[in-house]
């Protein structure tokens, strides 16, 4: 079955003022759609960052998988590497760790993969997840994720999420949140107030919610003594602390010191960094995400080395729409490894989307694998061009928290630790 066309669609869709270690959300967010059309006739979808370097370099590499065939993964991969090339290595996007060439091509290869393995179940009638080994759960979990927010955006009408600048507007979030979608675990996105502060908001959480496991993240923004501090403060209280302070040595120091595991998508990003991250004893978790790790085989076969060394699994959340979101679980529902639940942006869209309603939904906090072939959903060709629509007039060609930041703060640095 070969490729005849490939179809590369960015898209804009609008975003909240979350804030992080590296400044806060725009106004708009970017994704790239990408679809797969083989000679048989059938459509594969993957997605993607909308990033104008990234969106680039999967351009180019769409030009080279004409004549490919879809069951020729090796043949694909080899392609997208040849495309990106020897030198290139911009890939980095929001607060996802290293940069090396690996990941760039991973990157690129990823949405590609995708829609082969959507291409594939629909071919043969069977969900995505039966291609990866088959269901191990009929529904995968996520995670209610906190932000501190501003009411709005500069200049704009407060949003329907609300202001949370602090530990009662975070509490208030997470009803919110918990409420609508049922979530049974919370993660708050930290390393945006003090710590003695995030600590305080964390122990809000808890007392609001007895039950629901909790997972704090400041994206590396701690130095090792503040990281270990905060830990010990919370002893009991957190299932996981997530990338307290940068780096495989720094987290492995932290690590040797704190009660509760330390998890990541920042110090282990690609698989070179396993063997000094498990020598080292630096991570309890890892936080997979499709898009950076080369997509749902590769992804898999990282889940299989983490087992290995006894390194739990959760899955890393950037804002995203719904073609992640159901390769994103159709993967989770195919490894037995991944204990945690999930991140999702999902809840931040409001309800924007490109995929058509009624596939995904969320039920108990819990996303039940869709059970049509292939991801098991279909383009809103009308949502598609609205978000393309955004894309070519809002005037964001890459993500840039850091210097959204400093149009409203221009004291205001990314450099870490910062604590």
């Not at 048989?40 to 960052?49: A, D, I, R, V």
């Amino acid at each position: 079955m070969l490729i005849r066309e490939v179809r590369v669609t960015p898209v804009a869709f609008r975003d909240p003022p979350l804030l992080n270690a590296a400044g806060v959300h725009e106004p708009w967010a970017l994704r790239t759609i990408v679809e797969v059309v083989t000679d048989e006739g059938l459509t594969g979808l993957g997605e993607t960052y909308g990033d104008l370097p990234h969106l680039s370099m999967v351009r180019e590499a769409a030009r080279l998988l004409i004549g490919l065939d879809v069951y020729h993964h090796n043949a694909v991969y080899a392609a997208v590497a040849a495309s990106v090339g020897a030198d290139v290595v911009t890939d980095h996007h929001g607060l996802t760790g290293a940069t090396t060439l690996e990941k760039t091509v991973d990157r690129v290869f990823s949405p590609f993969e995708v829609a082969c393995l959507d291409i594939k179940g629909k071919a043969a009638g069977r969900p995505v997840a039966d291609l990866l080994g088959g269901k191990v759960r009929d529904a995968v979990p996520y995670s209610a994720y906190l932000f501190y927010k501003w009411a709005g955006h500069p200049g704009a009408e407060p949003d329907s999420f609300g202001a949370a600048p602090d530990a009662a507007g975070l509490v208030e979030q997470a009803r919110l949140l918990v409420g609508e979608y049922g979530f049974r675990s919370i993660k708050l996105k930290g390393g945006v107030r003090p710590p003695e502060e995030e600590i305080e908001a964390t122990l809000a959480l808890r007392e609001a919610f007895p039950g629901h496991p909790l997972r704090l993240d400041p994206n590396a923004a701690w130095s090792v003594e503040t990281s270990v501090k905060v830990g010990r403060a919370l002893e009991g209280v957190l299932e996981y602390l997530e990338d307290p302070t940068p780096g495989i040595e720094g987290m492995a120091s932290v690590a040797r010191r704190v009660p509760m595991p330390l998890a990541t998508n920042m110090c282990v990003v690609t698989p070179e960094h396993l063997p000094p991250a498990v020598r080292q004893e630096a991570i309890g978790v890892l936080l997979l995400d499709h898009h950076y790790w080369g997509g749902l085989l590769r992804s898999s076969h990282v889940a299989t080395l983490c087992s290995t060394f006894g390194i739990g699994l959760s899955m890393h959340s950037n804002s995203h729409l719904g073609v992640s979101l159901a390769a994103m679980t159709h993967l989770a529902a195919a490894l037995p490894a991944v204990t945690h639940a999930c991140d999702t942006h999902t809840p931040w869209q409001a309800g924007q989307d490109v995929v058509a309603p009624g596939a995904l939904r969320f039920v108990d906090g819990a996303v039940p694998v869709p059970t049509g072939p292939g991801l098991g959903v279909e383009l809103d060709r009308d949502a598609l061009a609205v978000m393309n629509e955004h894309y070519e007039t809002c005037g964001i060609r890459s993500r840039d928290d850091t210097a959204y930041m400093k149009t409203v703060d221009p004291s205001f640095s990314a450099r870490g630790p910062r604590w």
